[in-house]
């Protein structure tokens, strides 16, 4: 695909009708705002509405949709922290403040661009303040930069986790991927800002959450080479339950 | 070794003997063509024949092994070049990291494939004539260029693979050439530059916050360039 292509116009017509329909159903559901907050949480939502093991790999043109939907939910969530930090007075360096502008671009270009595929949201639905909600990681750097390579290590895997469901449409699969490698570039930069190695060896978190980094250290074989390189050398997804455990306390009012 | 080797003959014992002193591991189903040999001096001459890398799954799993091949053996030649790239001790650790990841997918490929399917490239196939393994510039140039063209070429490959196994495999190798990229342009460029750096605009569209994609027809004609031989995807679709 021509990265110019209009993305509307490589959307397959099914999926298309089917977000226009799950987003009008989604506007009738104006009420959902009282039932997300009975519901608690935005992560217990999020996990309800997604598939919870790569084993059951969903492939029609509902999995897109879910997919769709869940990326763009996992986008707001970064758009609207680097917008927090990136407008926090200081908190950010200088020196430092290009590296989160361009990132933050990317995360509001991701979230335009779902949008603009009719993607929903999953639950943002006034009753989530995401202004609100990041006064615990506002108030120090470290902590900030933590929290960034948290939610781009996490970004990384969620898209992973979540490619094959996307096989039967070709074209939104590729979009994934070029979201996906972003995502792992933005994670680099940051782990190299905060003096680690831009790649992961083993469940090395820096800090960050923890829940982020289970599984990473996955073998993919034996090969010639041992020790860290091993498990730096591939990335590994992560069930949505597991992204959802690994973003919510940063979220979650 | 044979004194002649033609194609269609069982020559793998003789392949293996070579391939280990060429430090490519096992078996190529590249046409090759052994010639004047005799038993001091082993001629090789790599053809200029094209090389399809063939179709379906097995088609993309030789595009991406023939693509971390490139990448493994430009590494290995920096890292054995050592202190004389100009690299700091720091460059070279990180030169050396990505070296081993390149090895370790190369590897993986080779394992995925099996020795049946794999298109092995010979060393001799490799064409770094462009590179100056003395010049920092120049390896640093090129290991951003192999990154955001391995992105690249995995972000357009994915939607060619039927098998959900591969499509994974393929994930995890393709965020860690993105972070390898992200980190080689942070090396190379300023952070306050938008363009060149870590997700510079000029592989990020500013627009979609998407990365590149290329068709392996386009990741193809650059990667032939450091090659001898002439690789071809024709018939991945």
Redo the contacts between chains.
């Keep these: 695909?021509d990265?110019?292509t209009p993305?509307l116009d490589t959307i397959e017509p099914e999926i298309m009708e089917r977000l226009t329909s799950r987003r009008n159903s989604l506007a009738t559901m104006g009420k959902l705002g009282l039932a997300v907050a009975a519901m608690g949480s935005l992560p217990a939502m999020l996990a309800a509405t997604t598939t919870k093991a790569?084993g059951s790999?969903k492939r029609s043109p509902q999995a897109v949709i879910d997919v769709l939907n869940y990326a763009l939910t996992l986008e707001i969530l970064e758009d609207a922290f680097y917008k927090a930090g990136n407008s926090a007075s200081n908190l950010i360096p200088a020196?430092?403040q290009?590296?989160f502008t361009?990132?933050g671009?990317?995360?509001?270009?991701?979230v335009a661009?779902l949008k603009s595929v009719g993607a929903t949201a999953l639950d943002l639905g006034g009753t989530v303040k995401l202004d609100k909600v990041f006064t615990t990681v506002l108030t120090s750097y470290d902590v900030y930069k933590a929290v960034a390579q948290t939610l781009e290590d996490t970004g990384?895997r969620a898209?992973?986790g979540r490619?094959?469901e996307l096989?039967s449409d070709?074209?939104t699969?590729?979009?994934a991927?070029?979201?996906?490698?972003?995502?792992?570039?933005?994670?680099?930069?940051i782990r190299?800002l905060r003096g680690f190695?831009?790649?992961i060896s083993g469940q090395e978190n820096g800090g960050g959450a923890p829940e982020a980094y289970g599984g990473e250290e996955f073998s993919?074989?034996n090969?010639?080479?041992t020790g860290n390189?091993?498990s730096?050398?591939?990335?590994?997804?992560l069930t949505a339950d597991a992204v959802v455990a690994a973003v919510q306390k940063y979220f979650v009012v | 070794m044979a004194n002649i080797i033609l194609p269609g003959e069982d020559r793998e014992l003789n392949r293996r003997s070579f391939l280990k002193v060429a430090g490519f591991g096992a078996a190529a189903l590249a046409t090759m063509t052994v010639v004047g040999c005799n038993d001091n001096d082993d001629v090789v001459t790599p053809t200029t024949t094209t090389i399809d890398l063939g179709s379906g799954d097995t088609g993309v799993l030789n595009y991406a092994y023939a693509l971390e091949q490139l990448e493994a053996a430009f590494y290995e030649k920096v890292v054995a070049t050592g202190t004389a790239t100009g690299l700091s001790s720091d460059e070279l650790a990180?030169f050396t990291?990505i070296k081993?990841?390149e090895?370790?997918?190369r590897?993986?490929f080779f394992?995925a494939l099996g020795t049946t399917n794999a298109k092995t490239l010979l060393a001799s196939q490799v064409n770094f004539t462009a590179i100056n393994f003395n010049n920092r510039a120049s390896i640093l140039a090129t290991a951003k260029a192999f990154e955001d063209l391995g992105?690249s070429a995995?972000?357009?490959a994915?939607?060619y693979?039927s098998n959900?196994d591969y499509?994974?495999?393929a994930?995890?190798?393709?965020?860690?050439?993105?972070?390898?990229?992200?980190?080689i342009r942070?090396i190379m460029v300023p952070?306050?530059?938008?363009t060149g750096?870590?997700?510079?605009d000029d592989v990020?569209?500013?627009?979609?916050?998407?990365?590149?994609?290329r068709e392996p027809k386009d990741v193809l004609a650059i990667a032939n360039q450091y090659l001898y031989v002439t690789l071809t995807a024709n018939n991945i679709k």
């Design positions: 695909m990265m110019k993305l790569f790999v020196a430092d290009p590296i361009q990132i671009k990317h995360e509001a270009a991701h661009l990384v898209y992973k490619a094959a096989m070709k074209n699969l590729t979009i991927l070029q979201i996906h490698s972003v995502e792992a570039r933005h994670a680099a930069e190299r190695k831009g790649w993919n074989g090969f010639s080479i390189a091993v730096e050398a591939f990335d590994e997804p | 990180i990291d081993d990841h090895v370790i997918h590897e993986f394992k992105v995995y972000n357009g994915g939607k693979i959900a499509l994974l495999a994930g995890k190798i393709v965020s860690v050439e993105a972070r390898h990229a992200a980190i942070d952070r306050s530059n938008a750096s870590f997700a510079g990020v569209a500013v627009a979609t916050g998407l990365d590149v994609v």
